[in-house]
């Protein structure tokens, strides 16, 4: 199963951490690994490049944990404009996840936490 906690500050989705592996299929066939990893990369290619962020993220390759964190969501020496755009796509990112829940409960566990970025 993988597991998504999202964290959120003073109502601003700033981050995720995701652990585990999907398990819905052998690897390979793995559509739900296949499509994790492809949402997870375009929101930190998004974060980094598109909007031109700060993004703290690291990527274990031997044990999948994947932790990003955008410290322009919470509004600290950015733009209005700039954190609202960041907010916006990690919150989206939660969204679509709580979606796919539908079809994938037995394989995907999507929560979220408040806490202080740190």
Partial sequence: MTKIVFYKQNGSFYGF????????????HDVLCAALSAMTMLVINTLEVAYAADVDYKIDE???DITVKCKAA???NTDEKQQYAVHG???G?????NDMLEDYYDYLD?????RAYR
């Fill in 74 to 76: 919470l509004g600290d």
């Fill in 93 to 97: 990112y939660y969204l679509q996840l």
């Fill in 110 to 114: 999507v929560d979220v936490e408040e």
């Fill in 17 to 28: 951490r995701e652990t585990g592996h999907a398990g819905f299929a052998s690897a390979g």
């Fill in 62 to 64: 031997k044990t999948t």
């Fill in 89 to 91: 796509l990690i919150y």
